[in-house]
């Protein structure tokens, strides 16, 4: 007999008892639900939202700055701002709820109403030594009515980019392009009828990126251009990143080999080679340079495998007794690099048939 257990985190705290000790060493399985973040509370209320005929999203930053509601973050513990939600709240739990039967919702409202006019609102505060509705007529006076929103629902939401330029949305994070979290903080996501993900500025309308909704979770969907920086245009990145070379002439012509093998992938040869320039020193990059443009090793790879190789050797050089102050690549040194045409021994088919029938 298999028996499942489903209650709130109280249940957990429970078993943690000494006295349920032995309850608690016979469960197999478990699986605790965590709490829910910013996005995925917006995303739950305004799902539920929908299902109930709402057609405003009351969560948006827009229905805040139409409104005019000014929000102010409380300190934690004030008992003098914060504590007054909780505060009524509490209030009534213990003083409405508490001992009272309810048979249905409208049995709740007239008990409720009759409760207010005695007790809530009836009796006199010992804060303000006033009764709250004597205090509610006054304060009525100055009070402004709230503005209906002319909201065209287009089941859209507004979701903020995170730093690693991606959105949450249904437990799973879509990649935008490079630099969206500095350009667009919030950006507009729809999901459309062929059952993707448009993600959009909502000024513009520009759409950053379209995806296919995964119906996993906890996934990382991603557009490999995403990654690509394209604020800079192929003539200028090339310019930037050749300025850290001594030899522009070398430096040119490296670039324009890569450009005639890899015309589709040019930016992201020359983002890997901007990786290099990042960690590593002139002399570094120009000894790579120069031993790539000698052995013919055109492609980023490679220039990234002959700068770690430089780096390892300069490294074991320094460290050395008889260590000297400069260091350039030997013929040894060219020998342990990667050759692209390189081939493989061959051996004849005879021998590998000879070691399957054994020794005789």
């Known amino acids: 007999m298999a028996l499942i257990l489903v209650s709130q985190s109280e249940l957990w705290d429970g078993l943690r008892l000494q006295s349920f000790a032995a309850i608690r060493q016979r469960i197999d399985i478990q699986f605790k639900l965590g709490h829910y973040d910013r996005?995925?509370?917006?995303?739950?209320?305004?799902?539920?939202?929908?299902?109930?005929?709402?057609?405003?999203?009351f969560f948006l930053q827009q229905f805040v700055n139409e409104v005019k509601?000014?929000?102010?973050?409380?300190?934690k513990a004030d008992p003098e701002s914060k504590g007054r939600v909780e505060n009524t709240v509490g209030f009534i739990k213990k003083?409405?709820?508490?001992?009272?039967?309810?048979?249905n919702i409208d049995s709740w409202n007239e008990q409720c109403q009759h409760w207010l006019g005695r007790t809530g609102n009836g009796k006199i505060h010992n804060g303000t030594k006033r009764r709250p509705a004597d205090v509610f007529l006054l304060e009525k006076q100055h009070m402004r009515q709230v503005s209906l929103l002319n909201h065209n629902s287009n089941n859209s939401i507004t979701r903020s980019v995170r730093k690693d330029n991606t959105v949450l949305f249904l437990s799973n994070r879509y990649t935008v392009p490079l630099g969206t979290y500095q350009k667009h903080?919030?950006?507009?996501?729809?999901?459309?009828?062929?059952?993707?993900?448009?993600?959009?500025?909502?000024?513009?309308?520009?759409?950053?990126?379209?995806?296919?909704?995964?119906?996993d979770k906890g996934q990382l969907i991603r557009n490999t251009s995403?990654?690509?920086?394209r604020s800079k245009g192929l003539k200028e990145l090339m310019?930037?990143?050749?300025?850290?070379?001594?030899?522009s002439e070398m430096t040119q012509m490296y670039f324009q080999e890569l450009r005639k093998r890899y015309p589709r992938y040019l930016r992201d040869q020359l983002s890997i080679i901007k990786k290099c320039i990042d960690v590593s020193s002139v002399?570094?990059?120009d000894d790579s340079l120069a031993l790539c443009m000698e052995r013919q090793l055109f492609s980023a790879n490679d220039f990234q495998d002959v700068v770690q190789l430089l780096k390892r050797q300069r490294q074991v050089n320094m460290n050395s007794p008889n260590a000297i102050a400069e260091t350039k690549p030997t013929s040894a040194d060219v020998e342990e690099l990667p050759l692209l045409n390189a081939e493989a021994k061959q051996r004849p088919f005879d021998q590998y048939v000879a070691i399957m029938e054994g020794v005789k």
């Open 95 to 103: 003083n409405f709820v508490i001992h009272r039967v309810f048979h």
């Open 69 to 75: 509601f000014k929000v102010v973050l409380c300190r």
């Open 226 to 229: 995403h990654q690509r920086d």
């Open 39 to 57: 996005a995925q509370v917006g995303e739950y209320v305004a799902k539920y939202l929908i299902c109930a005929g709402v057609d405003q999203q």
């Open 239 to 247: 310019e930037v990143v050749g300025s850290h070379f001594t030899n």
């Open 283 to 285: 002399e570094v990059l």
């Open 185 to 215: 903080p919030e950006v507009q996501i729809m999901r459309n009828k062929e059952n993707k993900l448009i993600i959009y500025v909502k000024e513009t309308g520009e759409v950053l990126a379209s995806h296919s909704i995964s119906p």
